[in-house]
């Protein structure tokens, strides 16, 4: 799986975006971008993934860039709760692995 | 969403004993079941990958005779922490993989070790 590359942390002005970029050069064409978000001392909860389109949910956004070297996962209107270490993991759409790196820590202030 | 849970939730044993974890699928099958620990401040590190009827796979540096994996059905993967040390403290948590035609894995709550 491609190896991805995210700041390790962020702040975030309550009900303002977070955006959260992700690098991930050596993605190949049948990977996947996935993101997680783990909360302190709970299990990772799944936020989105993509391909290559633009995908939305009700969480969250994610923006794929054209050549899918990058991503930026948006938090439209980021709320106290949103603080927590997000991952960006790419892999292979129905693969079985999954492999965290080191993510971002976002921390949402009021 | 599908659940999975994990039991127990925290542990406390002493050094030297086994401790079992149990990770459940609640509402749905899971072909494949995952073991990560993780360590303060520092990301989940996957341990082990387990198939239902088959032997784990372990990640390179994993001891398996250490920590022994039993996944004897679709919906139950045990993890026991044989022989424990309070370097084994850790953070263990699971997920579950329903199969083909599924994008997502579903995460466990965690179980918290501490070993005195």
């Known amino acids: 799986d491609a190896k991805t590359t995210q700041p390790p942390s962020m702040d975030c002005a309550e009900g303002r975006a977070a955006n959260l970029p992700c690098n991930h050069s050596?993605?190949?064409?049948?990977?996947?971008v996935y993101w997680y978000r783990q909360i302190h001392s709970q299990g990772p909860q799944y936020i989105i993934h993509g391909l290559k389109n633009n995908e939305t949910n009700e969480m969250a956004s994610l923006i794929i860039t054209e050549d899918r070297k990058s991503s930026t996962l948006i938090l439209p209107h980021a709320t106290l709760r949103d603080t927590a270490v997000y991952y960006c993991?790419?892999?292979?759409?129905?693969?079985?692995?999954?492999?965290f790196g080191a993510g971002t820590r976002l921390t949402v202030k009021p | 969403g599908a659940v999975v849970s994990q039991h127990p939730s925290r542990v406390i044993c002493k050094s030297g004993t086994s401790v079992k974890i149990e990770c459940r699928s609640l509402?749905?099958?899971?072909?494949?079941m995952f073991w990560y620990r993780q360590f303060p401040k520092k990301s989940l590190m996957l341990m082990a990958t387990?198939?239902?009827?088959?032997?784990?796979?372990?990640e390179q540096g994993v001891e398996k005779d250490k920590f022994l994996i039993n996944h004897a059905s679709l919906t139950l993967s045990t993890l026991t922490v044989t022989s424990a040390h309070p370097e084994d403290s850790s953070f263990y948590i699971c997920s579950a993989y329903p199969g083909t035609n599924s994008y997502e894995q579903y995460f466990g709550p965690g179980t918290r070790l501490t070993v005195t």
């Open positions: 050596t993605i190949s064409g049948n990977e996947y």
């Open positions: 387990s198939n239902e009827g088959s032997k784990a796979t372990y």
């Open positions: 509402d749905f099958q899971a072909t494949t």
């Open positions: 993991i790419v892999r292979v759409g129905n693969n079985n692995d999954m492999r």
